[in-house]
């Protein structure tokens, strides 16, 4: 049974760094790409980054000069830690396993249940 | 980047009608993807590959398209159909997502 669950910590003060690991079961991060995706409080989807199964990331390029997204292989976790936070970095932090269609494109079968992170004083 | 634009903002239905949602891309991509999302809880893959039907999803959800206009198609509404509903497309980097259309019961 696949499972992803994000945990960190639910308020964090603005300039400082957010720190969140996906735990997940089911399946290999060294098998299956997953996405860190974020949703302000009533607003839509924003993909943040990627780690690769080989291990290589992919960020967004609004996002990527405060973002890292590493991996422990033999905890089978996926972290996501962001720098300088601000107020409108708040919002639901989901990771989200990938699957791959016939035409190479990723999509998103499987999504961990979120955390949800206020950037406040 | 390619920016996704979703088909109406907000919409409601009653239980038995038809109810049809479309996203357009600024570029051509090759599939396009869609989620359910209801009220404090994470998004659930409804059609994958523009036209295939994630597991465990009714059949009255259907999708179709090409190119840069795609849709999701509800047949007959149901009341548990109420729910934020996103296209995502991966043809090109970076992924991208539908500002969502929300569907209301009437």
């Known amino acids: 049974q696949v499972r992803l669950k994000e945990s960190g910590p639910r308020l964090v003060q603005p300039s400082q760094t957010l720190s969140v690991t996906c735990t997940v079961s089911?399946?290999?991060?060294?098998?299956?790409?997953v996405s860190w995706v974020r949703q302000p409080p009533g607003k839509g989807l924003e993909w943040v980054g990627a780690i690769w199964k080989g291990g290589s990331t992919d960020y967004n390029s609004a996002l990527k000069s405060r973002l890292s997204i590493s991996r422990d292989t033999s905890k089978n976790q996926v972290f996501l830690k962001m720098n300088s936070l601000q107020t409108d970095d708040t919002g639901t932090y989901y990771c989200?396993?990938?699957?791959?269609?016939?035409?190479?494109?990723?999509?998103?079968?499987?999504w961990g249940q979120g955390v949800m992170v206020t950037v406040s004083s | 980047e390619i920016v996704l634009t979703q088909s109406p903002t907000t919409t409601a239905a009653s239980p038995g009608e038809k109810v049809t949602i479309t996203c357009l891309a600024s570029?051509?991509?090759?599939?396009m993807y869609w989620y359910q999302q209801k009220s404090g809880a994470s998004p659930k893959l409804l059609i994958y590959?523009?036209?295939s039907l994630a597991s465990g999803v009714p059949d009255r959800f259907s999708g179709s398209g090409s190119g840069t206009s795609y849709s999701l198609t509800i047949n007959t509404m149901e009341a548990e159909d109420a729910a934020t509903y996103y296209c995502q497309q991966w043809s090109s980097n970076p992924d991208t997502f539908g500002a969502g259309t929300k569907l209301e019961l009437k």
């Open positions: 089911g399946f290999s991060v060294t098998s299956y790409h």
């Open positions: 570029s051509s991509v090759s599939n």
């Open positions: 590959s523009t036209s």
């Open positions: 989200a396993k990938h699957e791959t269609d016939y035409g190479y494109n990723d999509y998103f079968d499987y």
